[in-house]
């Protein structure tokens, strides 16, 4: 009987249906869906409890086993070149279908003054929210920041380039320390990681009430008269996203040498996570689970990608970011030039370092890092984000485990 239950909330149906019945719910009953909008947040929660420990024990396994393994200098090559290679061609590609759909070139008086209302409003708000933020948020403080002078207060903040830094260098110290007890260690940390791993695990078996809770609540959250303002902006995301998300699970489906769809089903429980709560930590140990275990690739090779590309690796993001960007240039008439095509390859990636997996009005103050250099004051994509957030951070989360998962499997070794 307990099987049979466990194989019904494990099933994809299972999920799709909560899924619409989240949906549905939280268009039609906004205000009761925000009034229910805790329960997802407490699933997100024990998720999120799963992602320091898992994040920190395996990149620190992971960089000592490169001072261990015959293969570290074939996995560090390969990681540069292909995270390289495909952030040029996520910008590339972005900024082409910028040009194509020209989103804010031909907004109507009314969509105008709609948007000049709430970017003032925005404004406001953020500094209310965080002072300072908005003007001051350079990228040599946020490279200042981002030292982890003190690990326990880093962690407690959710600084997850502190934290990045902090296990890599640790990782490193143990990998060229030579003592009997580095390996007492070392078998700690990987213990650490398949108990949280378990603990995904079985939070799996609840995820079609928390993906309820957490659509409905997100859906609540829309503004229909924005949205109809920005649909060119909302628009060139969406298919430039779909673009990638494509050509990720082809590459990820010639890897395996399997149908795509098979694959897709494979990370459904990744997916889902990342579409129900728009956070790529909290998505990342089920997407690690479905590596090691599904596609049998080598548990050395997903510890040390997969940790390092959801901190680093951001198509989506960046994908973001460069359309807002760009619309903003279209709306206020700045040329788009071969300067301001580079200027955004580098801030949009500098950017998607700097947002967090936390409230949107906090990943809208790393707008500085893409605004500013493009003579733009950030405050003015604040209003643009918090507006589109809600719709596009499902589908831009769910890109940033595809690509994951793809420059892991591109890496990687398989499993005999």
């Known amino acids: 009987m307990i099987k049979k239950i466990k194989k019904i909330l494990l099933n994809h149906w299972t999920i799709f249906i909560s899924m619409f019945l989240g949906a549905v719910f939280g268009i039609f009953s906004p205000t009761a869906a925000k009034s229910i909008a805790f329960l997802g947040d407490i699933y997100l929660g024990f998720l999120q409890i799963t992602v320091i420990p898992i994040m920190i024990s395996a990149l620190i396994c992971s960089f000592y086993n490169i001072f261990h393994s015959s293969d570290s200098v074939y996995y560090l090559k390969r990681l540069i070149i292909i995270f390289f290679s495909c952030m040029i061609a996520v910008t590339f590609m972005s900024v082409f279908l910028s040009v194509i759909f020209s989103p804010g070139s031909n907004l109507s008086t009314n969509a105008v003054q709609l948007l000049s209302n709430g970017i003032n409003n925005s404004e406001t708000a953020i500094k209310n929210y965080a002072p300072g933020s908005v003007s001051h948020g350079s990228f040599i403080a946020y490279i200042e920041n981002i030292i982890p002078t003190n690990i326990i207060k880093s962690i407690y903040e959710r600084k997850d380039i502190s934290i990045l830094l902090f296990s890599i260098l640790l990782g490193i110290a143990l990998g060229i320390t030579e003592s009997p007890n580095v390996k007492v260690a070392v078998a700690f940390f990987d213990a650490i990681f398949l108990a949280f791993l378990k603990m995904v695990d079985i939070l799996m078996y609840f995820l079609p009430f928390g993906i309820f809770f957490l659509i409905s609540g997100f859906l609540s959250n829309v503004g229909l008269q924005t949205l109809k303002a920005l649909f060119d902006l909302i628009a060139l995301i969406f298919a430039t996203v779909i673009t990638f998300f494509i050509a990720f699970s082809i590459i990820i489906a010639r890897m395996q040498k399997k149908p795509v769809l098979t694959c897709l089903k494979k990370l459904k429980n990744s997916y889902l996570i990342a579409f129900g709560t728009s956070s790529s930590f909290a998505a990342m140990p089920a997407a690690m689970l479905a590596l090691t275990q599904d596609f049998k690739v080598n548990k050395q090779s997903v510890e040390l990608v997969m940790p390092l590309g959801v901190s680093l690796f951001k198509p989506g993001v960046m994908i973001r970011s460069i359309a807002i960007a760009i619309f903003l240039m279209n709306l206020y008439q700045i040329p788009i030039s071969f300067s301001s095509i580079a200027t ?60 994951n998962c793809a420059v892991t499997l591109m890496v990687a070794k398989k499993d005999s």
């Open 344 to 403: 955004l390859f580098f801030a949009s990636w500098a950017a998607s370092i700097a947002s967090t997996a936390g409230p949107a009005i906090l990943s809208a103050t790393s707008f500085g890092i893409v605004l500013s250099p493009l003579g733009i004051p950030p405050s003015v994509g604040v209003f643009l984000l918090l507006s589109i957030e809600p719709l596009i951070d499902p589908f831009i989360t769910m890109l940033n485990i595809q690509g």
